[in-house]
């Protein structure tokens, strides 16, 4: 058993008989009153995201997960197709699960989580940034810009991002995973 003081992000805690995965945590103490944890919470088996608050010394109970690395395979609608890189066995996950699903590309390495107990797999996790080829953009006009001005970008995972205008087609660009923003243009 752990306390709200061992609340960090990615714990897979179990509550309300469900597993769930700490998205967000922010530890408060207020000048009156009690301190507590504030967190976002995504469901392993539905994906749906909820706010909770957890007081100061609340017991939760997290669950123990082992890491393994897989490649991504394809999709066949929402279900996206993995392969263990050390012992090849594949395993089907649910787009919910996924955190951003639409930034991967075949062949990408990514970190399952999977529960001890039962071996069932829990959660992806990206790396923390991903180089992609734009596809398609309108072009930028000389000119035409004020302070920081973006447009659409379509990447070849079929994402659509948000690009300075001096990106064009065919420029490779890395994005932030967590957030799903263009960081910056790669150099061949």
């Known amino acids: 058993m752990a306390t709200s003081s061992d609340i960090r992000k990615g714990l897979c805690?179990?509550?309300n008989n469900d597993i769930f995965k700490i998205i967000e945590f922010l530890h408060v103490k207020p000048g009156k009153g009690p301190?507590?944890?504030r967190t976002k919470l995504r469901s392993v088996t539905t994906g749906k995201v909820i706010d909770n608050t957890f007081s100061a010394g609340h017991k939760i109970d997290d669950v123990r997960v082992e890491t393994h690395k897989f490649q991504y395979l394809?999709?066949?609608g929402d279900m996206y197709h993995f392969?263990?890189?050390e012992d090849y066995s594949q395993i089907r996950l649910m787009k919910d699960i996924l955190d951003?699903?639409?930034l991967m590309k075949e062949g990408e390495i990514v970190t399952v989580l999977i529960n001890t107990e039962d071996s069932s797999p829990l959660s992806v996790e990206m790396p923390a940034h991903v180089?992609?080829?734009?596809t398609s953009t309108e072009p930028g006009v000389k000119g035409n810009t004020a302070t920081n001005a973006t447009k659409p970008a379509i990447v070849e995972t079929g994402a659509e991002i948000n690009?300075?205008?001096f990106i064009n087609e065919g420029d490779k660009i890395r994005i932030d995973t967590e957030?799903?923003?263009y960081q910056e243009r790669m150099k061949e």
């Open 13 to 15: 805690i179990r509550y």
């Open 35 to 37: 301190a507590f944890v």
């Open 74 to 76: 394809y999709n066949e």
């Open 83 to 85: 392969m263990n890189t």
């Open 100 to 102: 951003t699903p639409e």
């Open 131 to 134: 180089v992609l080829e734009v």
């Open 163 to 165: 690009v300075p205008l």
């Open 179 to 181: 957030k799903g923003q």
